[in-house]
């Protein structure tokens, strides 16, 4: 199911990534998200918890909310991963 809600919302999860708001709000959240678990673990738990927060975010007529779940963690997941992505890169050139 993944490999379908990927190919064939790519454009709706790369916009939502890409929006500034959007992005700012769930690196606030998810660095705020306290867990008992492994840092690790904490992305896998965080998603599975909050992604009912952002499924307005993907409400969208004639869509089922399984397909709406799908998108809202693999969003999230995205980016998540990104700022991982980014830190590293600013590590590896010095930013910070």
Known sequence: MYEEVVNRYSEVINSHCEQCEFFIKVLSDYNNFKTEKKQSEKLNEFIEIQWKDYISEFAVDGVEEEIQEALAKIVI???????????RIKKGVKLC
């Open 77 to 87: 997941h995205n980016i998540i991963k990104r700022r991982f992505t980014i830190d």
